[in-house]
């Protein structure tokens, strides 16, 4: 198997890792009940997506 002859630069090692970095994940708000929600996906809070019931959401006691 081949090894590297050389040790690659912090330079050219820096711009490789420059795409690396995490991003925030995309939240919108619920049109019923206006939480923050994942995109296409049923709302946690209130149990609804486009306009429909799709979960049995408990309400906390």
């Given amino acids: 198997m081949p090894n590297p002859k050389r040790r690659h630069s912090k ?11 995490l991003t925030a994940t995309g939240s919108g708000e619920c049109p019923s ?3 923050r ?5 049923a709302c946690p809070k209130c149990g609804t997506y486009k306009g429909r019931a ?4 408990k309400e906390p006691s």
Avoid: G, S, Y
């Fill in 11 to 21: 330079a050219r090692t820096a711009k490789r890792r420059a795409h690396d970095a």
């Fill in 33 to 35: 009940c206006h939480e």
């Fill in 37 to 41: 929600k994942l995109p296409h996906r």
């Fill in 54 to 57: 799709v979960l049995d959401v």
